[in-house]
């Protein structure tokens, strides 16, 4: 059974959730006679928060799981319109599209991701992002490293077409899977995945990527393969890279 650190951190803070939910809608229901409802809600967020915590999640999810509860409470008792709960499910359907097929959430790269990237990068070399995003290393690369030759590959149609019009023709922008990308001119392969994809995706990259070139993960790990060399980023998300060199 692998440990927290193995499993995507959106799953760790749904579970947060469902945990805190269930233990004090439990209580709320036995002892709704000592407290009102908004108690109830708020509490059930900081057991959330809490819970993010003791699951060494980062920050901003604990954040997130802490003001779940109380959001989701307002939003029930006000009179919103439907029509803006199906935007925010077509919104999230747009950004997030395929995660559950393929396990992969958004993750957003910090900048001194992309700051330690560009150190490591060589002269003119040909960096692609597998799973873009919204374009934030590519944009910052391309400011820190202009002689470098920059491409991305986005599943998410609307992640694409934020990161397509951000970068414009600074680096080519692919909407489509990342397993359909071509890896052998890569000098970097950069990579913000989740846990589920590495060892198949490393697999991909022993069959295409040069000897030389370096293959580099944002946190997340090749199963039974130490990385030659790992960088802590000391972020607020407590992420590091780590780096193989291809032989």
Same mark, same amino acid.
């Given at each position: 059974?692998? =440990?927290?650190? %193995?499993?995507?951190?959106?799953?760790?803070?749904?579970?947060?959730?469902?945990?805190?939910?269930?233990?004090?809608?439990?209580?709320?229901?036995?002892?709704?006679?000592?407290?009102?409802?908004? $108690?109830?809600?708020?509490? +059930?967020?900081?057991?959330?928060?809490?819970?993010?915590?003791?699951?060494?999640?980062?920050?901003?999810?604990?954040?997130?799981?802490?003001? $779940?509860?109380?959001?989701?409470?307002? *939003?029930?008792?006000?009179?919103?319109?439907? +029509? @803006? !709960?199906? *935007?925010?499910?077509?919104?999230?359907?747009?950004?997030?599209?395929?995660?559950?097929?393929? %396990?992969? /959430?958004? !993750?957003?790269?910090?900048?001194? +991701?992309?700051?330690?990237?560009?150190?490591?990068?060589?002269?003119?070399?040909?960096?692609?992002?597998?799973?873009?995003?919204?374009?934030?290393?590519?944009?910052?690369?391309?400011?820190?490293?202009?002689?470098?030759?920059?491409? =991305?590959?986005?599943?998410? /149609?609307?992640?694409?077409?934020? &990161? %397509?019009? %951000?970068? =414009?023709?600074?680096?080519?922008?692919?909407?489509?899977?990342?397993?359909?990308?071509?890896?052998?001119?890569?000098?970097?392969?950069?990579? !913000?995945?989740?846990?589920?994809?590495?060892?198949?995706?490393?697999?991909?990259?022993? =069959? #295409?990527?040069?000897?030389?070139?370096? $293959?580099? &993960?944002?946190?997340?790990?090749?199963?039974?393969?130490?990385?030659? #060399?790992?960088?802590?980023?000391?972020?607020? &998300?407590?992420?590091?890279?780590?780096? @193989?060199?291809?032989?």
């Amino acid at each position: 059974m692998p =440990g927290p650190q %193995r499993l995507p951190s959106a799953l760790l803070a749904l579970v947060a959730q469902a945990v805190a939910v269930v233990a004090v809608g439990g209580l709320a229901i036995a002892l709704h006679h000592l407290a009102p409802l908004p $108690f109830w809600i708020v509490l +059930a967020g900081i057991v959330a928060a809490l819970l993010s915590r003791r699951l060494r999640l980062p920050s901003w999810w604990q954040a997130i799981n802490l003001a $779940f509860p109380p959001l989701l409470g307002l *939003a029930l008792q006000s009179s919103i319109d439907p +029509a @803006w !709960y199906l *935007a925010g499910f077509l919104l999230l359907a747009l950004t997030s599209s395929g995660v559950i097929r393929t %396990r992969v /959430p958004l !993750y957003l790269s910090s900048p001194r +991701a992309a700051e330690e990237l560009a150190a490591r990068l060589p002269a003119h070399a040909h960096l692609l992002d597998l799973g873009c995003g919204l374009g934030g290393p590519l944009a910052r690369l391309q400011r820190l490293r202009p002689d470098a030759s920059l491409e =991305g590959v986005e599943a998410a /149609p609307l992640n694409w077409l934020i &990161s %397509r019009l %951000r970068l =414009g023709r600074r680096a080519r922008v692919h909407l489509g899977s990342l397993w359909d990308a071509d890896l052998s001119a890569c000098d970097v392969v950069y990579a !913000y995945l989740s846990p589920a994809p590495m060892a198949r995706l490393w697999e991909k990259a022993r =069959g #295409e990527m040069r000897p030389g070139s370096l $293959f580099i &993960s944002n946190t997340f790990a090749v199963p039974g393969v130490a990385p030659d #060399e790992e960088v802590e980023l000391n972020d607020l &998300s407590h992420a590091r890279l780590l780096i @193989w060199r291809m032989r």
